[in-house]
C-alpha cells in the first residue's frame, strides 16, 4: 500500500513540474511587419517662404553724349503657394511643378552721368511678384529622401523707374510689365510623416530685357534705356501629397 502511495505521490509530482515548465516556455510571436515605405508618386499642394537676391541692370546711351550703365541690387523676403505631381519609377521621380509668389525685391541708386552740366540718373527697381512652371527630375538618397535638379519658365512683373536730372529739367521714365524668362535650380525633399514633406530649393531667374527710348525736348537728348533682371532664390517649402504616404 505503501509502494503505491508512493509511485500515485512521485506521478503528480512530475506531471505538476512538467506543467509548470511548460507554462514557462515562451510562447511564439509572428515578426512585427516592415514599416511601410513611403511613395512619390501623386496630387501634391504646399506653400513656401524665402529671400531673393537679384541685379537689376540698365544701359543707359544718351545720344551725343555717350552710354552709362549701372547695376543694382534688388532684395527681398518672398512667399507663395506650389503645387505639382510626381510619378516615382525605381530610384527616380519625375514630375512637374508651378507656383506663384508675391515679392517685396526693390532697390534703386542715383548716378552722376555727366559733370557740366551736372545730370543724375535716379532709378528704381521693383519685382511685384512672379511665377515659374518647371519639371522636376530627382533620385532618391533614401526611400523617404529625394534630391532633384528642376528648369522651366519664369515669369514676373518688373517696374522700373529712371529719372534723369539736368540743372532746370528732368524727364522720368517708368516701365512696368509683366516678363518671361526661364528658371533652373535644385532642391531636396524629405518626409516628415502624414503625407507631409519638407523641402529646401534654390533657384535662378532671368526675366530677360527691356528696351525703351524717351524723347527729352526738355533737355534736348533722346534716350535709349536697356534693362536686365536677374534673381537667385533660396526658400524652403512644405507639400501635403494627396492619397497618404506608403503603399
Keep these: 500500500m505503501k509502494k503505491l502511495l508512493l509511485a500515485t505521490t512521485a506521478f503528480v509530482v512530475l506531471a505538476v513540474g512538467s506543467a509548470s515548465a511548460a507554462d514557462l516556455r515562451p510562447a511564439y510571436k509572428s515578426a512585427p511587419p516592415p514599416p511601410p515605405v513611403y511613395t512619390w508618386t501623386g496630387l501634391y ?49 519625375l514630375g512637374l511643378e508651378t507656383d506663384i509668389q508675391a515679392s517685396g525685391q526693390k532697390g534703386g541708386t542715383t548716378l552722376q552721368i555727366t559733370a557740366l552740366p551736372v545730370t543724375t540718373l535716379t532709378t528704381d527697381h521693383k519685382l511685384t511678384w512672379f511665377g515659374t512652371s518647371r519639371t ?84 534736348g537728348q533722346v534716350i535709349s534705356e536697356t534693362r536686365r533682371f536677374t534673381d537667385n532664390i533660396v526658400r524652403v517649402g512644405f507639400n501635403y501629397r494627396w492619397g497618404g504616404s506608403a503603399y
Design 45 to 93: 499642394w504646399g506653400v513656401n517662404v524665402g529671400y531673393s537676391w537679384g541685379h537689376a541692370k540698365d544701359e543707359v546711351t544718351l545720344l551725343g553724349v555717350g552710354t552709362f550703365s549701372e547695376s543694382q541690387k534688388v532684395d527681398g523676403i518672398v512667399g507663395g503657394f506650389q503645387s505639382g505631381y510626381n510619378y516615382q519609377f525605381g530610384q527616380w521621380v
Design 136 to 219: 522636376r527630375l530627382g533620385v532618391l538618397w533614401s526611400p523617404n529622401v529625394l534630391l532633384y535638379g528642376t528648369a522651366g519658365v519664369a515669369y514676373g512683373t518688373v517696374k522700373d523707374t529712371a529719372t534723369i536730372t539736368a540743372p532746370g529739367a528732368s524727364v522720368t521714365g517708368t516701365f512696368k510689365d509683366v516678363k518671361a524668362g526661364w528658371t533652373a535650380g535644385a532642391g531636396v525633399e524629405g518626409t516628415i510623416g502624414g503625407g507631409w514633406t519638407a523641402k529646401l530649393e534654390y533657384l535662378y531667374i532671368d526675366l530677360g530685357k527691356t528696351e525703351q527710348t524717351l524723347a527729352t525736348p526738355a533737355l
